[in-house]
């Protein structure tokens, strides 16, 4: 599926089922709040909307996302075998990313998440999550995988997330908004910087190798 049309508009008006790749060249799709299912790579050189569900359910290798400058709001990756790779330097997620299963390589890039991160499958990351959400009652599970650099920087100071399982990560930051490691065991390998928000350390271990610092 592709649209180019540089002064080309489309609405969706249902669902969308894409077998295989979906391009926007040129111009504007508005995918309001129906739901788009990807068997492919997703290329976007122009604009889109969403209030819905992207899901990726390719299940192949070689797949790649590319957002350009339009976020995504609820994103979901279920394919058995299936890997993607992240295109974009900055990554922004409204809402929600689950990775059910197959393979979601992160690389380098900074990514925005502003509701819950959960992962059943495989993802790979040397970049910054950042959670700027505004609603608690959020939570990250990294499902086996090594989270790298976590910052938490509510956009107005109420969001709040709970780490819900056993969690590495390279270094943690809190400037806004809360984080609860819960029962979990997380591990932080360089530094943990608080200058904001709140922070409960886990009733199991939090483990620090670096540098501490809460002001």
Not at 77 to 102: L, P
Request: hydrophobic content about 40%; charged content about 5%.
């Amino acid at each position: 599926l592709t649209f180019n049309n540089a002064s080309g508009s489309w609405l969706f008006g249902s669902a969308v089922d894409v077998n295989n790749d979906f391009t926007i060249t040129n111009g504007a799709v508005a995918c309001g709040a129906y739901d788009v299912e990807i068997g492919g790579s997703f290329t976007n050189n122009g604009t889109f909307t969403t209030t819905g569900t992207f899901t990726f359910n390719a299940t192949d290798t070689g797949n790649t996302i590319t957002l350009g400058a339009s976020p995504l709001y609820n994103v979901v990756f279920n394919g058995v075998g299936g890997i993607w790779t992240m295109q974009d330097a900055a990554i922004d997620i409204n809402n929600d990313i689950t990775i059910t299963n197959g393979t979601v390589a992160f690389g380098a890039h900074a990514v925005t998440i502003g509701g819950n991160f959960t992962n059943s499958g495989t993802f790979t990351t040397t970049g910054t999550f950042t959670f700027d959400g505004i609603a608690a009652g959020k939570t990250i599970t990294s499902g086996g995988s090594n989270l790298y650099n976590v910052v938490i920087n509510s956009a107005d100071g109420n969001g709040a997330w709970t780490i819900q399982d056993t969690t590495a990560m390279n270094a943690l930051t809190i400037t806004s908004g809360s984080l609860s490691c819960g029962s979990a065991a997380v591990t932080i390998y360089t530094t943990f910087i608080q200058t904001g928000g709140a922070f409960t350390a886990s009733s199991g271990m939090t483990t620090v190798y670096s540098t501490f610092a809460r002001t």
